[in-house]
């Protein structure tokens, strides 16, 4: 089995299913993250979305942008000594370009770049790649993040 | 730096987010800008972060916790440009 160096950030999100929108995180350091996930070709959603024609929600690729880029990579600048029960997270501001659709079964890969982490605030820029490596979102993220007796 | 110069100055950055039901003119010395301001705590990171590079200062996570009304604002200024 391969290791997976960061799959205390992955076990420290605060989702579960069916709203977990993280498989992997490939890498993250200080100043960056980058994560895959796999939408499930049996999601609930794609029988609404759209009717007889399923394609990821965009309102879902922002999350899944927001998981990898945002709170993923929160979760590591807070650092590994945190407990996990402490996280209090909400998200502020969302700004995002829609380029390309994501069909159900679709791989994609999430990048993101700081653009601070100040006062509990988190702000980045993150993109969205396909499969073939084309980018199918990118945008703006900001969100306030901190654990609680902070 | 005059103290109203400062205070318009201060006054330009907290206009940009102030909430739709605010206007620039419920700003007073004494607004508290969570309660009366209505600005939540996203958008007062941003002022903090405007008034920093808008008076070359910084600031830290104490002056922010400090920072509650117009008036706390302009005093940390004050205090960080004298220290300047």
Known sequence: ?150 | MLEEEKYNKLKDIIKIYLPEDVTVTDVEQNSHFMNDLNINSANLVDIVLDVEDAFDIRLENDDMDQMQTVNDAMAIIDTKLKSK
């Open chain 1, 1 to 150: 089995m391969i290791r997976k160096p960061f799959q205390w950030i992955v076990n420290r999100l605060p989702y579960s299913e069916p709203f977990l929108f993280v498989d992997e995180i490939l890498k993250v350091n200080e100043k960056s993250a980058e994560g895959t996930y796999t939408f499930k070709p049996d999601a609930a959603f794609y029988e609404g979305h759209f009717k007889n024609n399923p394609v990821t929600p965009g309102v879902l690729l922002t999350e899944c942008c927001a998981q990898i880029g945002l709170v993923s990579l929160g979760i590591y600048l807070l650092g590994e000594d945190r407990k996990i029960e402490d996280l209090k997270i909400g998200m502020s501001s969302s700004q995002m370009e829609f380029l390309l659709p994501v069909f159900p079964g679709e791989r994609v890969r999430v990048t993101s770049e700081l653009s601070y982490f100040r006062f509990h605030k988190l702000k980045c820029n993150v993109k969205m790649f396909n499969e073939e490596g084309k980018l199918v979102c990118k945008g703006t993220l900001a969100g306030m993040m901190g654990v609680h007796n902070e």
